[in-house]
């Protein structure tokens, strides 16, 4: 039995990281798990990231986020409220 054709990435309504193009010896042997090299620029990702999440800018990270969530939805109450204060 062949394999199926492996779709282009224009054929998927998301964003699927390029899976698709992915050979299966990188692949870990627990289905769940993918292994594959850091990113070039990994360094950079992490200040990014460390300064994103900073004491000094958290509270904009959360309005950012508070901002694009729906209201009312039910558990987000308490991040709501904090968002709020």
């Known amino acids: 039995?062949?394999?199926p054709e492996k779709p282009s990435p224009s054929e998927h309504l998301f964003s699927v990281g390029n899976f698709h193009e992915l050979t299966m010896p990188e692949?870990?042997?627990n289905p769940r798990e993918l292994r594959l090299a850091p990113p070039e620029d990994m360094a950079t990702r992490?200040?990014?990231f460390e300064d994103?999440?900073?004491n000094e800018n958290i509270k904009e990270l959360c309005l950012?986020?508070?901002a694009i969530l729906l209201p009312n939805?039910?558990?987000l109450e308490a991040?709501?409220?904090k968002v709020a204060r």
Do not use: K, P, Y
């Open 1 to 3: 039995m062949a394999a």
């Open 27 to 29: 692949m870990g042997s």
């Open 46 to 48: 992490s200040r990014i």
């Open 52 to 54: 994103r999440n900073s």
């Open 64 to 66: 950012a986020l508070d």
């Open 73 to 75: 939805v039910r558990g």
């Open 79 to 81: 991040f709501h409220e």
